[in-house]
C-alpha cells in the first residue's frame, strides 16, 4: 500500500497537469505552436544550460547513463525489427517510435519526481541522448538524404554543447545569469506536459490496432533493453532504477512531426503516439513498482 501511494504521489502532479491541458485544449482549441516552439527554442535549452553548466553536474559519472540510454534507444529498435516484419508494418513507420521516447514531455518531470531533485542531471542526459539521436540518426532512417548540417542549429544541441564546454572548463555563469537562466528552465517542464494534454485533443484513433501493438511494443523493448543496459554496465541500483523507468516510456510526440514531415505513415504513427500515451498511465506505475 505505501508503494502504491508513493507511485499515485509521484504520477498524480503529472497527469493534472496533462488533464488541465487537454481540458483547456478541448474548450479554447489553442494554437499551441507558439508555445511549443518557445518552448524548444527557449526554455529547454536554458533547463539544459543551467543544468549542465552548474557546478555540481558531474560529466564523467553520468557517461555510464549516455552508455545505457544509447543501449536502450538502439536496442529498443533492433529486437522490434522483427516484429514489425512479422506485422507486415514498415520498418520506418513502426521502429523510430520504439526508439525515441517521450523523455521530454514525460521523462523529465518523472524522473525528478520519482527520485528526487538529485536525478535532475541523469534525466537531462537521457533526454539528451535520445533527442540529439532523434534528429541525426532517426531523420535518417524516415530520409536517407536527409542533412544532418542543419542539426548544428538546433537551439537544444548548442546549449548541450555551450554547457559542456563550461562543465569541462570549470566555468560557472555569473550567479544572477545563472538564477535565471535555471528560471526559464524551470517553465519547460509543466509546460511540456501542458502541451502534451493540449496535442492529446487532435489525436487519431482510426489506427488503434496498430498503436496498441506499438504501446505493447515500445514498453516491452525499451524495458528489456534497459535491464540488459543495466546488467552490462553494472549500474548502481538508482541510475539502473532510472533507466528501467526510460526505457518504460511511452513514443515521443516528435516521432508524429517526423513522419508528418518525411511523409511515413503519419496517420499511423499519430495513433502509435497517441494509445503510448494513454497506456502508459497502466505500465508506468508497473515499471515504477519495479524501479523504486
Known sequence: MAMFLRIVTI????????????????????DMAFANQITMDVF???LV???????????TANIPMVIGGTVVIVGSGMVAVPIARLLQVPLP?????MMFKNS??????????????????????LWLVSTLLHFSLGAWMLDRHSRLSQFWRIPVVVATLLGLAMNVSHTELWAPLQLGTKMLGDISVPLLLFSLGARLVHADLTEWRIGLWGALIC???????????AR???????????????????PAILNYVFAERYHQE???VASIVFVGTLTSIVFLPMALGLAL
Request: charged share 10%; proline share 10%.
Open 266 to 268: 503519419p496517420e499511423k
Open 44 to 46: 529547454v535549452p536554458a
Open 11 to 30: 504520477l498524480s502532479p503529472m497527469l493534472a497537469i496533462v488533464l488541465v491541458g487537454y481540458l483547456y485544449g478541448r474548450i479554447r482549441r489553442p
Open 232 to 250: 552490462l554496465l553494472q549500474m548502481p541500483r538508482e541510475q539502473a532504477s532510472i533507466l528501467l523507468v526510460f526505457g518504460a516510456l511511452p
Open 104 to 125: 521530454g514531455n514525460i521523462g523529465l518531470p518523472l524522473i525528478v519526481l520519482a527520485f528526487g531533485e538529485a536525478a535532475l542531471p541523469a534525466a537531462i542526459v
Open 219 to 229: 514498453v516491452a523493448t525499451g524495458m528489456f533493453s534497459a535491464f540488459l543496459a
Open 49 to 59: 544550460l543551467s543544468a549542465l553548466a552548474n557546478k555540481t553536474f558531474a560529466l
Open 93 to 97: 513507420t513502426l521502429i523510430p517510435s
